[in-house]
């Protein structure tokens, strides 16, 4: 059974970091692709940030030089370090993964099975 628990969110000020973690467990294959996705009041669901079992990592123009995505196989961990934070990143934030690699679109919904329940950022 696979479970995906987000923790780091919070309530921050514009300019200001956040730290999300998202360790995995029971998925045996290590061919697989995780992602951030958030979600805002009034927005539809949208991809932040992935990376493939390859450490190739694919950013939303939006976050791009902000954020940074990690992968800790070992452990499994999917980390999303956040910095310079602006009151359009606030929403509610998720782990997913898609068991697959090499997704031809890494940042659609549509290829990750399991999720999170998400974790809230706040900026303000």
């Known amino acids: 059974h696979v479970q995906l628990v987000e923790s780091g969110g919070g309530s921050v000020q514009a300019g200001g970091s956040l730290r999300l973690s998202c360790p995995s467990s029971?998925?045996?294959?290590?061919?697989?692709?995780m992602g951030w996705f958030r979600q805002g009041a009034d927005k539809e669901r949208e991809g932040v940030a992935s990376?493939?079992?390859?450490?190739?990592?694919t950013y939303t123009d939006s976050v791009k030089d902000r954020f940074t995505i990690s992968r800790v196989i070992g452990d499994s961990t999917l980390s999303l370090q956040m910095t310079d934070l602006k009151v359009e990143d606030s929403g509610m934030y998720y782990c997913a993964l898609a068991p697959r690699v090499a997704l031809s679109n890494p940042l659609s919904a549509s290829y990750y099975r399991i999720w999170g329940a998400g974790t809230q950022v706040t900026v303000s």
């Open positions: 990376i493939d079992i390859d450490g190739t990592t």
């Open positions: 029971g998925f045996r294959s290590r061919k697989y692709c």
